[in-house]
């Protein structure tokens, strides 16, 4: 399982026009630096946190893989056994 080029270009696509094309469409007035600075770093922030949550599914952490004696044992020698 690897990363998908296509659906990292796509989220990547998409929140660059969030922060890089839509701060030019912020109408002018008084706030208008804070309108584009909000739409850059939310798009930021936004991207930032989907690819760390898609790069953390590549290599999920899984339990240990025991076998079946060695849980009955651990079961019995804490107190908690397990009928075979």
Known sequence: MGASVVAVLVFTI???VVGIVLPFFVPKG?????LQLILILTAFTCWSFWLCCYMAQMNPFFGPK?????????????GNPIAP
Do not use: D, H, V, Y
């Open 14 to 16: 998409l929140w660059g």
């Open 30 to 34: 008084p706030n208008r630096g804070i």
């Open 66 to 78: 025991l076998e079946r004696k060695t849980i009955l044992m651990m079961a019995r020698e804490w």
